[in-house]
């Protein structure tokens, strides 16, 4: 999940840089699911892809938009803290 949230591996955790957010790796997923219900349909596409392994890296702008799609839900929902 690192590389959709551009987060740091702590151990038994994944901080969220820009926030005081720790996630565990299941809560971590279950906010990319989440905000990809959000995301554009060209970044929905290619991260699924990545998640399956069908591609080696995202595109600039997929990472962009997921990014900024997770802080947003993070800090608005609250999740984490």
């Given at each position: 999940?690192?590389?959709f949230?551009?987060?740091?591996?702590?151990?038994?955790?994944?901080?969220?840089?820009?926030?005081?957010?720790?996630?565990?790796?299941?809560?971590?997923?279950?906010?990319?699911?989440?905000?990809?219900?959000?995301a554009?349909?060209?970044?929905?596409?290619?991260?699924?892809?990545?998640?399956?392994?069908?591609?080696?890296?995202?595109?600039?702008?997929?990472?962009?938009?997921?990014?900024?799609?997770?802080?947003g839900?993070?800090?608005?929902?609250?999740?984490?803290r």
């Amino acid at each position: 999940m690192a590389a959709f949230i551009s987060s740091t591996w702590q151990g038994t955790s994944t901080r969220i840089p820009e926030t005081r957010v720790k996630l565990p790796e299941w809560m971590a997923e279950n906010v990319v699911r989440k905000v990809l219900t959000l995301a554009t349909p060209f970044t929905r596409t290619e991260a699924n892809a990545f998640m399956r392994g069908d591609l080696n890296e995202m595109s600039c702008s997929t990472i962009v938009e997921l990014k900024a799609l997770i802080t947003g839900y993070v800090c608005q929902s609250g999740v984490g803290r």
